[in-house]
């Protein structure tokens, strides 16, 4: 069964870049059946699907809304992906998902969240 | 992008009742649905896929119906761990998209 689970630094200044990592457990980020994914969701509010990579093909796919800010990336060697978002304001306060989209595009498996902080 | 739009924003029920939340989308997105279950403080959990093929170990009590334009999420019978938020999500298109959610309380 797989596991994700994020990681990051913490709070995050206005127009500095997030970065989090997500560890992938019981599967490897190399197959090419999934999409690693990132979505996010502001306290209190729904879900915004922020992009997905899929390795095998090397595929990478961005919400356009946050295309120009965005990176996600693989590190085959540590079974992880990573979500860089720069240029932060306080609108990208979320908590942000690392996610398993089983390439049709439901999401099948999640990771708990994590909250970030954008704050001066 | 492709719009959904769930309703009710809020359905307040009891234990046993019949739920039928909907969820539209703003052009066809075939069988391309799927929907969450979310509980607070926790990750969303998915129920159905393909609009209408739920996933191992999800009760039968839920099914969903629909193509198109419009979609049901249908609980038989309200039990209590069902009491959370529950979100549609089209995969026909990207960016992927949810809707705004609706909450089944008591």
């Known amino acids: 069964q797989v596991q994700l689970q994020e990681s990051g630094p913490g709070p995050v200044k206005p127009s500095e870049t997030l970065s989090l990592t997500c560890a992938v457990s019981g599967d490897s980020v190399s197959s090419g059946s999934y999409y690693w994914t990132w979505i996010r969701q502001p306290p209190g509010k729904g879900l915004e699907w922020i992009g997905g990579y899929n390795h095998y093909s090397g595929t990478t796919k961005y919400n356009p809304s946050l295309k120009s800010r965005v990176t996600i990336s693989v590190d085959t060697s540590k079974n992880q992906f990573s979500l860089k978002l720069s240029s932060v304001t306080a609108a990208d306060t979320a908590v942000y998902f690392c996610a398993r989209d089983d390439t049709t595009g439901a999401i099948d498996s999640w990771g708990q969240g994590t909250l970030v902080t954008v704050s001066s | 992008d492709i719009q959904m739009t769930q309703s009710p924003s809020t359905l307040s029920v009891s234990v046993g009742d019949r739920v039928t939340i909907a969820c539209r989308a703003s052009q066809s997105i075939s069988a391309s649905l799927a929907w969450y279950q979310q509980k607070p403080g926790k990750a969303p959990k998915l129920l159905i896929s393909?609009?209408?093929n739920f996933q191992s170990g999800v009760p039968s009590r839920f099914s969903g119906s629909g193509s198109g334009t419009l979609f049901a999420l249908t609980i038989s019978s309200l039990q209590p761990d069902d009491f959370a938020t529950y979100y549609c999500q089209q995969f026909d298109a990207y960016p992927w998209t949810f809707g705004q959610g609706t909450k089944v309380e008591i």
């Open positions: 393909k609009a209408s």
